[in-house]
């Protein structure tokens, strides 16, 4: 078992940045890819960025791309989402995820096995 703990939500005007983490416990965090995903209220969950176990490898949803980067620590069980130029369109809750592969967040985010409880983020106009 992984178990995810995101922080760093909050309040922030638009054109702010914000910084989440999402720490992990349990099982090796280095054998599996982290990614964050985000829900906005009448909105299904959607894919936000994701990073492969060594951090070599990212992705980011066409909407974030340039303005968020994904990053992790091992050393520190930890996978970071910076947030920058943030735009009313990106609040919402964001969930950190723990998968096998890069590829699953992507492609079958229902197979992922581990899921935090969701920091909320806000964006003011």
């Known amino acids: 078992q992984v178990q995810l703990q995101e922080s760093g939500g909050g309040l922030v005007q638009a054109g702010g940045s914000l910084r989440l983490s999402c720490v992990a416990s349990?099982?090796?965090?280095?054998?599996?890819?982290a990614g964050w995903f985000r829900q906005a209220p009448g909105k299904e969950r959607e894919f936000v960025a994701a990073?492969?176990?060594?951090?070599?490898?990212?992705s980011y949803a066409d909407a974030v791309k340039g303005r968020f980067t994904i990053s992790r620590d091992n050393a520190k069980n930890t996978a970071v989402l910076l947030m920058n130029s943030l735009k009313p369109e990106d609040t919402a809750v964001y969930y950190c995820?723990?998968?096998?592969?890069?590829?699953?967040?992507?492609?079958?985010?229902?197979?992922?096995?581990?899921w935090g409880q969701g920091t909320q983020v806000t964006v003011s106009s």
């Open positions: 349990g099982r090796t965090f280095s054998n599996y890819a």
């Open positions: 995820a723990a998968a096998g592969y890069i590829q699953t967040m992507m492609s079958s985010p229902q197979a992922i096995g581990y």
């Open positions: 990073i492969n176990w060594s951090g070599g490898s990212t």
